[in-house]
């Protein structure tokens, strides 16, 4: 694919997107970057700051869960900064052209790899979050989700009223396999979609790079979003180089524009 003025692009992608008949959005770390969610490599990154995570964090958990839920009420320096910031972060354009796109019908399904809740802040309804949502709970068991802010289940740990499991937080730990529930949605979305925006992704870690392959393969089109070239963009049938909060409303609205001609 070579690159095209972004203008161009625009058109291109809104084209798609009104012609689609399953649109998929499939979401990265770049969208939520644009709304001031910290990171966590780079020069600013959590984990520069305070040393690469444990790996082994899910079996850590498993070992101790009451452990997990005691330093869970006492977190602070770094990570109390890397959480008040997540506390701070509000939806960005792009967040609210994505719910755009779904209230004019155009977008199905968003497969999310954030974990900081902003696209339901942003009013989106379909969404299928493969590392879970920072503000919920889930039993590791049967996959039941709870509020974080609504939770009133005793017990330390608490264990999950219809099975029993032991419950964590959604977001999902460092060798944590992703909720069953979660996987299987994804799968299924994937199969339907016959356009994916690929929106501040780079999808190289399995499964997530299946979902953009299986498209592909079946001859779908894929739309990428991004200020970055990532090892995607040659797989990309439209380019859009620059942020989604600017590209994703002008696309929005031409998509709107053409299904009204
Ligand atoms: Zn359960």
Same mark, same amino acid.
């Given at each position: 694919m070579t690159s095209e003025p972004l203008e161009a692009a625009i058109e291109d992608a809104a084209r798609l997107v009104a012609g689609a008949s399953h649109l998929v959005a499939f979401v990265g770390a770049g969208l939520s970057a644009e709304s001031g969610v910290p990171? !966590?490599? %780079?020069?600013?990154?959590?984990?520069?700051? &305070?040393?690469?995570? #444990? &790996?082994? %964090?899910? #079996?850590? !958990?498993?070992a101790d869960p009451k452990k997990w839920w005691e330093e869970r009420s006492q977190r602070a320096g770094d990570m109390k900064e !890397?959480?008040?910031?997540? /506390?701070?972060a509000v939806p960005n354009d792009g967040h609210y052209a994505l719910r755009e796109l779904e209230e004019a019908g155009f977008l199905k399904h968003?497969?999310?790899?954030?974990?900081?809740?902003?696209?339901?802040?942003?009013?989106?309804?379909?969404?299928?979050?493969?590392?879970?949502?920072?503000?919920?709970l889930r039993c590791i068991e049967c996959s039941r989700r709870w509020d974080i802010y609504h939770f009133d289940i005793e017990g330390s740990p608490p264990s999950c009223p219809d099975? %029993?499991?032991?419950? $964590? %937080?959604?977001?999902? &730990? !460092?060798?944590?396999?992703?909720?069953? /529930?979660?996987?299987?949605?994804?799968?299924?979305?994937?199969? &339907?979609c016959d356009c994916m925006l690929l929106i501040g992704t780079s999808a190289v870690v399995y499964p997530a790079a299946s979902f953009?392959?299986?498209?592909?393969?079946?001859?779908?089109?894929?739309?990428?979003?991004?200020?970055?070239?990532?090892?995607?963009?040659?797989?990309? #049938?439209v380019i859009l180089r620059g942020a989604a909060g600017e590209?994703?409303?002008?696309?929005?609205?031409?998509? $709107?524009?053409?299904?009204?001609?």
């Open positions: 990171t !966590f490599r %780079g020069p600013e990154g959590l984990w520069t700051k &305070m040393g690469e995570p #444990d &790996m082994r %964090g899910y #079996d850590r !958990f498993l !890397f959480v008040d910031a997540l /506390d701070e968003i497969i999310t790899q954030n974990i900081d809740n902003l696209h339901q802040v942003a009013g989106s309804q379909a969404i299928t979050e493969i590392h879970g949502n920072r503000t919920k099975c %029993g499991g032991i419950i $964590k %937080g959604d977001t999902v &730990m !460092f060798g944590e396999p992703i909720p069953h /529930d979660a996987l299987e949605e994804c799968a299924a979305q994937s199969q &339907m953009p392959e299986q498209v592909k393969s079946a001859g779908g089109t894929l739309i990428e979003v991004n200020p970055n070239e990532t090892p995607l963009s040659a797989h990309s #049938d590209v994703l409303p002008k696309v929005t609205q031409q998509a $709107k524009g053409i299904v009204q001609e």
